[in-house]
C-alpha cells in the first residue's frame, strides 16, 4: 500500500490514538502534489514522514516538497553512529513533519544488522520499512548478505532488539 495514501486516510478518518508514522520511498512522492499538499494542510497534527535518500536517488523528491512548500529537515545519515542521528530529529519528533534521512552508499557496508530475538516481541516496525533484507520467518530475521548497513532498522526498531555488527 502507498504510504502517502495510507497516512491521508487516517488523517480524513479523524485517527487521534498516537503518531502516525509513515516510512516512505523518496520516487513514490513523484507526481503526487495534490496528496502531499492536502496531507501538509491537514489540521492533523502528529504525523512523520520519514524519506531516505540514498547516495541521491530520486533526488528530484525534495522538488515536489519544495513545490508544494513543504517544510522538511534534512538529515545526514552516519551508518557508523546510527543512534546519533535521532539527536537531530529531536527538534519535530513532537510534532507534524517530514525527515529527509540522506545516506551516502560511500560510507556503508561496514556493518550489518541482526535481530537479537530474545527482544523481539513481533511488534511489525522493522517489517514496515519494507526493507529487502529484513524476512518474517518465525519472527522478523536480516540476511546479513543482503544488509547494506544503513541502520534504519535499528532506528524504527523501538524494542531495542535490533543490534549492528561490523563486518571484518
Do not use: W
Not at 513514490?28 to 502534489?33: F, I, K, R
Not at 501538509?40 to 533526488?59: F, R, S, V
Not at 519528533?93 to 545516506?103: C, E, L, M, Y
Request: with cysteine.
Amino acid at each position: 500500500m502507498n504510504p502517502l495514501m495510507s497516512i491521508l486516510a487516517f488523517l480524513r478518518a479523524g485517527y487521534g490514538y498516537g503518531r502516525l508514522i509513515a516510512v516512505v520511498n523518496p520516487c513514490s512522492l513523484l507526481n503526487q502534489e495534490d496528496l502531499i499538499r492536502e496531507i501538509i494542510n491537514t489540521t492533523h497534527d502528529n504525523y512523520l514522514m520519514i524519506i531516505p535518500l540514498i547516495n541521491g536517488e530520486c533526488n528530484e523528491a525534495l522538488n515536489v516538497l519544495s513545490k508544494v512548500s513543504a517544510q522538511y529537515k534534512v538529515v545526514n545519515y552516519d551508518p557508523g553512529n546510527p543512534l546519533s542521528s535521532l539527536q537531530d530529529v529531536l527538534d519535530i519528533v513532537n510534532s507534524r513533519g517530514i525527515i529527509v534521512i540522506n545516506i551516502s552508499v560511500n560510507s556503508l557496508g561496514k556493518y550489518v544488522f541482526s535481530i537479537v530475538d530474545e527482544y523481539c516481541d513481533n511488534c511489525g516496525d522493522c517489517l514496515r520499512i519494507n526493507c529487502p533484507a529484513i524476512q518474517l520467518n518465525r519472527k522478523p530475521v536480516i540476511d546479513t548478505k543482503a544488509c547494506i548497513g544503513c541502520g534504519i532498522c535499528q532506528l524504527v526498531c523501538s524494542r531495542g532488539a535490533i543490534i549492528r555488527i561490523k563486518v571484518s
